[in-house]
């Protein structure tokens, strides 16, 4: 099998995997960072967020030979101590509930941020309509977006 | 349901002590049955043992408390609040408690499973006694060193003060208290005196989450483990005829392809290539039994609904006679179609089958179920299996039913090595145990415009409404009064699904009186509220809700949500339900965008008796109204030739956003004891917007989801 030096949470990694692989098998199966999810694996539910040169990408569909010399940002390498003001702001309003959707939440709502400080509901609301949250925590994240936005500007 | 004044317990039989090596005091407690004679708490900390006992609460030489339970999460927030109810009682600052869950750690705990049920409402009483019982102890060690009366001393905040001003923390006297006895009589704290219950506390792995840490059964991991991934019957009623596993096996990084009863899984060293293995399976099926389709259901569960074969569960007076003398009758029907439960995160589950033990690894709401049924299937004595439990991904019922750690046990048994089977989403939706597909015919007989006899018949696929739903509202209220219920059997397997059938009960019942108003040019408020003012001081036991409840429910939502002073262009819709022993009041606003109905907002008055931990109740009780809102809008599920329609969120709505209303929540002040708050918000949101889509648009609904019948109805945008 193909070798791929991945650049990850600003670390090289060598992944020794099928070229077809998508990066969400090759973070949680080959590099052991289980903080990225699998929730449809079709692009539709947004668990797999991670950033690829600084945007929110779906991970599942996005193949391991294809993502060599990119900058990867996942929830593992967003901050140190979850000092992110997205992370803070998750924390300030209690969002999750079972948890499961949280990381490719955060990683949608912190790459949305970082390209629109100042965002309005709709905005917001938009912005974060790619990641289904089964149970239903949306007010919550609303609230969190609008925070970390008055935490970042 | 009992009230709590300031009872007096022994618990002696569920509590056991030890002092550990290392300095502090190991309390060992089970909540709903006495020790065994022999079980003491280890006195290392690492060596925790959840076979003897429940949980266990440390409290160190610094005062620190640390509660270990093997209890996980599913989502409710339960793993925060019920700690909350022992640092309560045990008289400490919630900052110095810890919470930690048996660390899926085979070296520091042997084997987890969670005893008893995890709700809020059962553990009340038995969590406060513990917490009330160490603090007791902890005072008697206190008073034995001072040398005075025990009853001369009171606590505050983990610390022990003495009458006459002299204080000692709890871990200066934890060694003592370690060796006492454990006292027979304890009072519990009045809840006036209650100063963490009540207050917002934050998800006690709030941390964990947004950092990615390892909780979910997904991220279980072991050395030497395979991915496997399962070839299921496409449809349900089909069997494996023949298959060739020649591409697969050519697949480079598949391990091995296993057959097993009707289904093959294919192992792999990672989710990817297993996957793919998978896939390029090639497989005949067969079929002796019935291929069945939404159609045929629709047509058998109406026949159902107007043939004669019925159970009935509860009779009151005569319907019938009521019927015959009635001036009008008024008969409606509901229909529901299936429903998958999706958890976000996809089923699976570890097993390590050896010679010499069992071990389950994953998220499972039932683990003793679970561990005797792979005994069976093992044919190993139940002692041999240890299940341990993860953070659950959602569970909404799903998780009760034990079918993904059968297949991963039994692979592993195959294939003698330890493996996790994961199901992708269309695994998950295809091989599901749906909420069945339910139809119910209402009827009133109206007689000098009253409602003198309600009739309610339900036709399901595989079963019905369990035995206390029929005594739920309007049971009690309406003289003659009768719950008939016939199912049919089908081959597609199905099961509890969030608020299991007044999930859409509730819908039809709280639709069918808002009808009922309208067709009495009655305020609809009001024929609710004199329906109740009937069953006020019932001698009836069987009724399960309480009219005072329920009115006082309705009249804070009347006045919360502005009813009847709505916005030009905001039409409102009412709802109320009592299940799960919570009565809950909802009204929902509506606005047309371009025509369509956009639900704006949705204010929910919740009775669910004490607030534990408000911060976490609210989050449960938004996600049940919108989780209520969005299978009503959207949930749609159907199967041709035995095989389901839908098979992931590309064509499966789920609510998004986007599409959310904002939940306002106002709670009942009570010092009753709490009641669950994981599902009973979602049953009477459907009926909420489906009124408010009346008062839109004009259109009553009768069938979900709205979305779908809203368009047959009139074309709309
Ligand atoms: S797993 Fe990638 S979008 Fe759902
Ligand atoms: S918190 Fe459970 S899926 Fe979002």
């Not at chain 2, 001072?146 to 003060?161: A, H, L, P």
């Not at chain 2, 009589?185 to 506390?201: E, H, Q, S, V, W």
Request: proline fraction near 4%; include cysteine; glycine fraction near 8%.
């Amino acid at each position: 099998m193909p070798i791929f030096d991945l650049k990850i949470n600003g670390q090289s990694h060598a992944v020794d995997a099928d070229q077809d692989t998508p990066l969400l098998w090759v973070l949680r199966d080959h590099l052991n960072m289980v903080g990225t999810k699998f929730g449809c694996g079709i692009g539709q539910c947004g668990a797999c967020t991670v950033h690829v040169d600084g945007s929110a990408t779906r991970s599942c569909l996005l193949k391991v030979s294809m993502v060599q010399d990119m900058e990867i940002t996942t929830i593992e390498g967003i901050s140190d101590n979850a000092s992110h003001p997205v992370q803070q702001a998750w924390k300030e309003i209690d969002v999750p509930q079972c948890g499961y959707c949280q990381a490719g939440q955060i990683m949608s709502a912190t790459a949305f941020l970082n390209q629109n400080t100042n965002p309005s509901k709709s905005d917001i609301r938009d912005a974060m309509s790619g990641n289904i949250c089964r149970c239903a925590s949306y007010n919550r994240i609303e609230k969190a977006v609008e925070l970390a936005a008055s935490k970042m500007s | 349901m009992k009230n709590i004044g300031s009872p007096s317990f022994s618990r002696r039989s569920f509590i056991r002590t030890s002092a550990l090596a290392g300095g502090g005091m190991l309390i060992g407690f089970n909540l709903f049955q006495a020790c065994k004679p022999e079980a003491t708490p280890p006195v290392d900390i690492s060596q925790l043992n959840f076979n003897d006992f429940n949980a266990f609460i440390k409290i160190a030489d610094n005062g620190m408390v640390t509660i270990f339970s093997p209890n996980p999460e599913i989502g409710q927030g339960v793993k925060t609040a019920m700690p909350m109810l022992i640092a309560e009682e045990l008289d400490v600052a919630w900052e110095n408690v810890h919470v930690v869950q048996g660390a899926l750690d085979t070296k520091n705990f042997t084997r987890q499973v969670a005893g008893g049920s995890q709700s809020i409402r059962q553990g009340w009483e038995p969590l406060r006694q513990t917490g009330a019982t160490a603090r007791q102890m902890l005072i008697n060690a206190a008073a034995a060193k001072w040398g005075v009366d025990s009853s001369e001393c009171k606590t505050e905040n983990g610390v022990i003060i003495h009458a006459n001003g002299d204080r000692l923390g709890y871990g200066e006297v934890v060694k003592e208290a370690a060796a006492l006895k454990v006292p027979e009589n304890i009072t519990l704290k009045d809840p006036k005196d209650f100063k963490i219950i009540g207050t917002d506390a934050s998800n006690v792995d709030v941390d964990k989450i947004i950092t990615g840490k390892p909780l979910f059964g997904l991220d279980y991991k072991e050395e030497g483990m395979m991915y496997a991934v399962v070839l299921r019957p496409p449809a349900f009623g089909k069997k494996i005829a023949d298959y060739d596993d020649t591409d697969a096996k050519a697949i480079s990084g598949v391990q091995e392809v296993i057959k097993f009863g009707d289904k093959i899984a294919v192992l792999a060293k990672d989710t990817w290539t297993a996957m793919k293995g998978r896939n390029a399976l090639k497989a005949n099926w067969t079929s002796d039994a019935k291929l069945e389709n939404t159609e045929e259901h629709d047509k058998i569960l109406t026949d159902l609904l107007n043939g004669k074969e019925f159970k009935t569960l509860r009779a009151d007076g005569d319907v019938n006679k009521a019927f015959a003398a009635a001036d009008k009758i008024v008969e409606r029907t509901y229909e529901s179609p299936f429903l998958p439960h999706n958890c976000m995160e996809p089923m699976n589950f570890f097993a390590d089958v050896s010679a010499e033990k069992v071990r389950l690894v994953g998220p499972i709401q039932t683990p003793e179920r679970t561990a005797s049924r792979v005994a069976e299937l093992l044919e190993r004595d139940v002692n041999d299996i240890s299940v341990e439990m993860t953070r659950m991904g959602g569970g909404f019922g799903r998780r009760l039913y034990g079918d993904f750690a059968l297949e991963a046990a039994e692979i592993s048994k195959i294939a003698q090595k330890p493996v996790q089977v994961i199901y992708s989403r269309e695994d998950d939706m295809s091989a599901g145990i749906y909420r069945p597909s339910i139809k119910y015919k209402i009827s009133a007989s109206i007689k000098d415009d009253k409602i003198t006899g309600y009739h309610l018949k339900e036709a399901s696929v595989n079963s019905n409404m369990y035995g206390l739903i029929p005594n739920f509202f309007p049971a009690g209220a309406i003289e003659n009064y009768q719950v008939d219920v016939a199912s049919y059997d089908s081959n597609i397997t199905t099961g509890a699904w969030r608020a299991p059938y007044t999930n859409f009960l509730s819908f039809a019942e709280q639709s069918f009186f808002d009808e009922i108003a309208e067709i009495l040019e009655e305020d609809r408020i009001k024929l609710r509220l004199d329906l109740l003012q009937k069953v006020k001081g019932t001698t009836d036991e069987r009724i399960q809700y309480s009219p005072e409840r329920l009115e006082k429910v309705i009249q804070v939502a009347v006045d919360k949500s502005g009813w009847g002073n709505a916005k030009e262009g905001v039409y409102q819709g009412f709802s109320a339900y009592y299940c799960h022993n919570t009565h809950v009041a909802e009204v929902a606003d509506v606005v047309l965008e371009n025509d369509i109905p956009v639900v704006k907002k949705v204010t929910c008055v919740v009775d669910c008796g004490i607030v534990v931990n408000p911060l976490g109740a609210k989050n449960q009780i938004e996600g049940g109204v919108i989780d209520g809102v969005g299978h009503a809008m959207y949930g749609d599920f159907s199967f041709k030739n035995g095989e389901p329609q839908d098979k992931n969120f590309n064509t499966y709505r789920l609510i998004r956003i986007n599409e959310t209303p904002e939940v306002e929540t106002h709670f009942i002040e009570s010092d009753i004891a709490p009641t669950g708050l994981g599902e009973p918000t979602l049953p009477p949101a459907g009926a909420a917007v489906a009124n408010a889509i009346k008062a839109a648009k004009g259109i009553r609904l009768y069938k979900q989801p709205f979305i779908k019948h809203m368009k047959a109805k009139a074309p709309l945008g």
